[in-house]
């Protein structure tokens, strides 16, 4: 289980984020995925979004590197373009899969 949470990041913005986070594996099919910067109350995650909601996982866990692989292979062969975070998370890209430990 994994909390989010309204952090106020500055005057303006109020962004919800991961306050914990979960080592169980997520096996449901990914919509998108977002890596979460630890800043304020915020804690270093990656979510996984799938039809059943939000989830915040611990990067550090060996799974998460396979999951976001296969998702972004599975992005590459939809036609559909790849949701876009309105949030100051990052989205995964392969830069990023090497630094996510």
């Known amino acids: 289980?994994?909390?989010w949470f309204l952090?106020?990041?500055d005057a303006e913005?109020?962004?919800p984020c991961?306050?914990?986070i979960s080592r169980s594996r997520v096996v449901e099919p990914l919509k998108?995925?977002?890596l979460q910067e630890s800043r304020h109350l915020c804690l270093k995650a990656v979510i996984f979004e799938t039809e059943k909601g939000r989830f915040c996982i611990d990067p550090r866990q060996p799974w998460v590197r396979e999951?976001?692989?296969e998702f972004r292979r599975q992005q590459k062969t939809t036609v559909s373009p790849t949701s876009v975070?309105?949030?100051n998370d990052l989205e995964i890209t392969s830069a990023h899969i090497g630094k996510i430990h």
């Open 7 to 9: 952090a106020h990041l």
């Open 1 to 3: 289980m994994c909390f």
């Open 85 to 87: 975070s309105p949030h």
């Open 67 to 69: 999951k976001i692989e």
């Open 32 to 34: 998108s995925v977002r």
């Open 13 to 15: 913005k109020v962004s």
């Open 18 to 20: 991961c306050v914990s």
